[in-house]
T-cell receptor, first 114, second 115 residues
Framework: AQSVSQHNHHVILSEAASLELGCNYS??????LFWYVQYPGQHLQLLLK??????LVKGIKGFEAEFIKSKFSFNLRKPSVQWSDTAEYFC????????????FGIGTKLQVIP | DTGVSQNPRHKITKRGQNVTFRCDPI?????LYWYRQTLGQGPEFLTY????????KSRLLSDRFSAERPKGSFSTLEIQRTEQGDSAMYLC?????????????FGPGTRLTVT
């Protein structure tokens, strides 16, 4: 069975600060990796995804994540956060092929202070 | 709006009552998933449909829960004899294709409160 661990549950940053949210997963096979974001009052949206190829993936709004297979990690980064990035961020994984059910981490609440 | 839609958005019910939620996936998406999210947690998988066939059910889905997707389009999730522990956000997601890897698109959810 898959599992996802997110290291930070609540992060507070000032605008223009750099962001890195940690994510590690556990699974014995090949995986797809995702970061989803939930802005206040909105539903889950896909921020970025990794299926295969270049382990450094770029998503919307200047976010990127790097898949490091040897560390089972998929950390999310952004060089300079904005107040509008205030949201909850979920790291997620599913097994390549198969039924594709997604296993989510507990989420990280990011608060950006103007 | 061509996204995933869910109805109702909010449901308050008394313990012991039955409730039913509806999910309309993105048109022509073959795969449909139900998840449950409780406060302070990430969404947890409940069940999966490929067209009208229910192919996987989580152990979280007790006998009081039943889901259908009768014509391979919309889906319903019914909870019988609701309990306070059923209070949660119920999320529906859909994705395209019958094979291969695709992202899932999530609906806004139905928030259930059992009093």
């Amino acid at each position: 069975a898959q599992s996802v661990s997110q290291h930070n549950h609540h992060v507070i940053l000032s605008e223009a600060a750099s962001l890195e949210l940690g994510c590690n997963y556990s699974y014995g096979g090949t995986v797809n990796l995702f970061w989803y974001v939930q802005y206040p009052g909105q539903h889950l949206q896909l921020l970025l995804k990794y299926f295969s190829g270049d382990p450094l993936v770029k998503g919307i709004k200047g976010f990127e994540a790097e898949f490091i297979k040897s560390k089972f990690s998929f950390n999310l980064r952004k060089p300079s956060v904005q107040w509008s990035d205030t949201a909850e961020y979920f790291c997620a994984v599913n097994a390549r092929g198969g039924y594709q059910k997604v296993t989510f981490g507990i989420g990280t609440k990011l608060q950006v202070i103007p | 709006d061509t996204g995933v839609s869910q109805n109702p958005r909010h449901k308050i019910t008394k313990r012991g009552q039955n409730v039913t939620f509806r999910c309309d996936p993105i048109s022509e998406h073959n795969r449909l998933y139900w998840y449950r999210q409780t406060l302070g947690q990430g969404p947890e998988f409940l069940t999966y449909f490929q067209n009208e066939a229910q192919l996987e059910k989580s152990r979280l889905l007790s006998d009081r829960f039943s889901a259908e997707r009768p014509k391979g389009s919309f889906s319903t999730l019914e909870i019988q004899r609701t309990e306070q522990g059923d209070s949660a956000m119920y999320l529906c997601a859909s994705s395209q294709g019958l094979a291969g890897d695709y992202e899932q698109y999530f609906g806004p959810g139905t928030r259930l409160t059992v009093t």
